[in-house]
């Protein structure tokens, strides 16, 4: 394996995938000090910026797709090293770390993290990107911690996780706030002292831009990390409420991920939450059921509908106006239903609410991911398969199943 001799003050770029190992010296990887013998790994979809403390060694396992670039002097890596240092030095202590895809925001709120833990702060982080979530599960907004330095967000423990339900904001911007706010002012409460925010990359349009406007007016952190060059002078109006802006240029050269490699890093993290889980039955009398009318209005009596549907109708629920059946429908006679009340109809064929991503919400009102098994219309329970193992008070539906693979796999009529 090869063997990389650095000077103090000397910084390499290294693409994974790759494995690296400090023979000699003392390195810093973003504000977390590495210390001889140590070995970490770099993932195939990452980059890390390695700093050297001291004259050090580093030994290196590379495959092809694997870099060692010298650090570009117009790299922003060692000035927002800087800022963040200089932001903590003033007390600041909310920040908010806002960019499009791909520029740096995860590595910075990793920084942000290792060199408050290094003062001697008490920090904690809040993943907000429900599609490439790194602390939690996708779909989910994550509180997490650590009592020690990391190397990347999914290192720290997740604290506390708020469903959101889907793996795209642009349906739950309100909702994405609301949450973060609460995870931020729950982590404060707990003695927290650096609390740092790590957005999704929605910001390329007017409705993503105001939605992290919604997110600062709400949250009111002390200071934000504006990446990109493409977002310089748009978040300036913070200052006008005593918040600090910082803004940084992307690098140069980054590793832009493919959606392929984003679905498998998602894959990934469902499969590290769901892989393994054991089987809970939820009855639906004494649980409330969010995400689908099926199972969350009131129960219709199914024999009082099987002269006007052809086919076996195994459970059925209505409000006025819809009528929802769950069964092997062929047809169904809607003049006679509308005498009933009903002037439309839903059909869930047999099966359908199998892999539903979902959420279980315990009675102190912290969410754990799960998926659903199966429906059985007999008992009126949902099989759901889940590491929670508590007491449930609620179950939230997501807007999208996972196959036994652990991918997406989206309802008919919503986003790819």
């Known amino acids: 394996m090869p063997t990389l001799r650095l000077d103090p003050g000397e910084a390499v770029k290294l693409y994974g995938p790759m494995s690296v190992t400090l023979k000699s010296g003392r390195v810093d990887v973003h504000g977390k000090v590495v210390n001889v013998g140590e070995r970490f790994i770099i993932h195939k979809t990452r980059n890390y910026v390695l700093l050297a403390l001291e004259p050090s060694e580093i030994e290196v396992s590379m495959l092809d797709e694997s870099q060692i670039q010298g650090l ?141 406007a919604m997110l600062i007016e709400r949250l009111r952190p002390d200071a934000i990390f504006v990446l990109g060059d493409e977002l310089k002078g748009v978040f300036k109006w913070a200052t006008k409420l005593g918040i600090a802006v910082y803004e940084h240029s992307a690098p140069i050269y980054r590793r832009v991920r493919s959606r392929e490699e984003r679905r498998l890093l998602r894959s990934l993290r469902y499969r590290a939450y769901l892989e393994g889980a054991g089987v809970v039955k939820l009855k639906l009398s004494e649980v409330v059921v969010e995400g689908c009318p099926l199972f969350m209005v009131s129960e219709v009596d199914k024999n009082a509908l099987t002269q006007f549907i052809d ?76 590491k929670y193992t508590g007491r449930v008070e609620r179950l939230k539906l997501a807007r999208f199943k996972l196959t036994e693979s652990f991918t997406e796999e989206f309802l008919e009529g919503e986003h790819s």
């Open 311 to 386: 086919g076996k109708v195994l459970y059925a629920s209505g409000v006025p106006g819809v009528l929802y059946v769950y069964g092997a429908v062929k047809a169904y006679n809607l003049e006679e239903l509308k005498k009933l009340g009903y002037e439309k109809v839903k059909v869930y064929p047999i099966g359908f609410e199998r892999g539903l991503y979902c959420a279980l919400t315990s009675p102190t009102g912290e969410e754990y991911p799960g998926v659903i098994e199966k429906f059985d219309p007999e008992t009126r329970e949902l099989v759901v398969k889940s």
């Open 72 to 212: 570009d002097p117009s790299d922003p890596y060692l000035e927002r090293r800087r800022v963040v240092e200089e932001a903590l030095s003033k007390g600041y202590r909310r920040f908010i770390v806002l960019g499009p895809v791909d520029c740096g925001k995860t590595s910075l709120t990793t920084m942000i993290f290792n060199i408050a833990m290094a003062q001697g702060l008490k920090p904690a982080a809040v993943d907000g990107d429900v599609g490439q979530a790194d602390i939690g599960p996708p779909g989910f907004i994550t509180l997490g911690s650590s009592d020690k330095q990391v190397y990347w967000l999914n290192e720290l423990q997740p604290l506390s996780m708020r469903f959101i339900g889907d793996i795209k904001p642009q349906h739950y911007a309100q909702l994405i706030v609301c949450e973060i706010t609460r995870l931020v002012e729950g982590a404060h409460g707990a003695g927290y002292k650096v609390v740092a925010v790590d957005t999704d990359g929605w910001v390329r349009d007017e409705q993503g831009l105001l939605h992290k």
